[in-house]
């Protein structure tokens, strides 16, 4: 397939560009850098099947190129990134998410959505079903996020509804690896920056709230399982393995032999109590599941960010 990939420069969307190209698909690129990093896709650039543009999909753009396929991971999706860049975030989850059905739909092309289990919001149920409506504050602080994806995810349905179009919609769970943003805000990132710098762990609330780590390459590969399948509906990616903020932040200093020590802040507004899969669907429709055990996704990603800081 012709894949046009927007998105393609950051920490999910350059993995995916990778595995593409494996799998012998030709990708076009888009991004325009907001959070992604051309030093994550500079090893493809000399590849023949992969194209690169700098773009920005809230505007009106013009590829003249068909595609079979138009993927959709542009997102300012780290609650550092977020909060910096509200409306931008909504803009790429509406006007973004359009202009890109726009696209596939005038290339008759397959539409792959990355959504998140932020739709679910601070759930009031345990695991999250597809099926679960969800607990979100539309005007919240982080509702930036949630609303953009919920948004897309309702645009992206109705595309299929009226135009036929075969869409995908993948619900992505905490996800971490190589390549993620050192100072983005999130869980693992945070945790690793800290504990190499023997820094205080910073730890919300008082660090009961759980986290679901799915490790990148396994993410990546159901993703792909979604792709190339007949499902139209949401589906659940991620780890069902349900952890403890604390315990996550006692096992990043076990694995970096740090002296850090945990401190224990105010929990943020809206800051979901409770994330974990329920991959049933993904299971029977994809025959997927995640493999890479914690510690071994963890020291790989520790020795990225040591590389990184080289």
């Known amino acids: 397939m012709n894949i046009l990939l927007a998105g393609g420069a950051g920490f999910l969307g350059s993995h995916f560009c990778d595995f593409l190209l494996e799998k012998g698909h030709s990708v076009y690129c888009i991004d325009n850098f907001i959070t992604g990093k051309k030093e994550n896709i500079k090893h493809l650039l000399n590849n023949k099947k992969f194209k690169f543009k700098k773009i920005d999909i809230t505007k009106k753009f013009s590829i003249k190129e068909k595609f079979d396929c138009v993927i959709n991971f542009a997102s300012i999706a780290s609650p550092v990134f977020y909060y910096k860049y509200k409306i931008e975030t909504l803009l790429v989850g509406s006007y973004g998410t359009y202009n890109l059905l726009e696209l596939a739909r005038k290339n008759k092309a397959k539409f792959l959505m990355a959504s998140t289990s932020e739709v679910y919001g601070d759930p009031a149920c345990n695991p999250q079903k597809e099926t679960y409506w969800g607990n979100v504050n539309p005007i919240g602080k982080r509702s930036m996020y949630d609303e953009s994806k919920r948004f897309s995810e309702a645009l992206i ?154």
């Open 157 to 310: 349905m109705n595309y299929h509804r009226v135009y036929d179009l075969d869409t995908k919609m993948v619900r992505i769970f905490n996800t971490y690896g190589p390549r993620m943003n050192m100072n983005d805000g999130r869980v693992v990132p945070q945790f690793i920056n800290q504990a190499l710098n023997n820094k205080p762990i910073t730890v919300f609330g008082k660090g009961t709230q759980t986290r679901s780590l799915c490790y990148v390459s396994d993410l990546i590969a159901g993703i792909y399982k979604l792709l190339i399948s007949k499902e139209h509906t949401p589906v659940n990616i991620g780890n069902p393995h349900e952890l403890a903020v604390k315990e996550i932040a006692k096992t990043i200093i076990k694995l970096t032999n740090s002296k850090s020590k945990i401190i224990y802040k105010p929990l943020p507004e809206d800051d979901p109590k409770k994330r974990r899969p329920d991959i049933s669907k993904a299971k029977k429709i994809l025959k997927w599941e995640p493999k890479v055990d914690l510690n071994q996704g963890l020291l790989k990603t520790i020795d990225y960010f040591k590389r990184s800081k080289i």
